[in-house]
């Protein structure tokens, strides 16, 4: 299958044809609020919904999403070719020579208290403990969560343009030190 990339834009809403089946996690932002979500049920696919602005990936697929002034814009990139449907006006990506990046660190550091306390991940420069979807891979004591990137080329015929989605979570091992070495 081809991967393809489509858009729609003034909308009154999220469209109806998100392919929410295909997205295990999302990054939602509100002026109130910022969270990462699990999107397992339809409850969870309504709570990352009502964010004004976020990001769902999973290792197929990323929708991107903004609630502007003149209606909300969303942004499909799917491996199997799924678009947003009516408008969308679905384009082809390839692949063709491309190394994905080196994955991008998330916030925080895997903190594993004694005793029943449930593990978390922490970073100095934020007042509170971190946490990060259950779907996200186990991470070794001291390690950090990254997301994988997956790069594709869109060529409009002018020009080759390089673009890159979240493609699901990576647990990364603490650096080596004297220590653990």
Request: net charge negative; glycine share 10%.
């Amino acid at each position: 299958m081809t991967p393809r990339i489509s858009s729609l834009e003034r909308l009154p809403g999220l469209p109806s044809a998100i392919p929410w089946h295909a997205l295990d996690a999302a990054m939602v932002h509100a002026a109130h609020s910022t969270a990462f979500l699990a999107l397992k049920t339809e409850g969870d696919q309504v709570t990352a919904s009502a964010y004004t602005s976020g990001t769902a990936f999973g290792d197929r697929a990323e929708l991107r999403w903004l609630k502007r002034r003149a209606g909300w814009h969303c942004v499909l990139i799917s491996d199997d070719g799924l678009d947003l449907g009516a408008g969308s006006e679905p384009r082809d990506l390839s692949r063709e020579g491309e190394v994905d990046p080196s994955p991008v660190l998330l916030w925080g550091e895997k903190i594993e208290p004694p005793g029943d306390e449930k593990p978390y991940f922490y970073e100095g420069r934020i007042p509170h403990k971190l946490s990060y979807p259950a779907c996200a891979p186990t991470v070794p004591g001291g390690g950090r969560l990254a997301l994988k990137l997956r790069s594709y080329w869109l060529d409009d015929g002018e020009c080759r343009r390089l673009i890159y989605r979240y493609a699901g979570f990576v647990a990364v091992a603490p650096p080596a030190t004297e220590e653990n070495t």
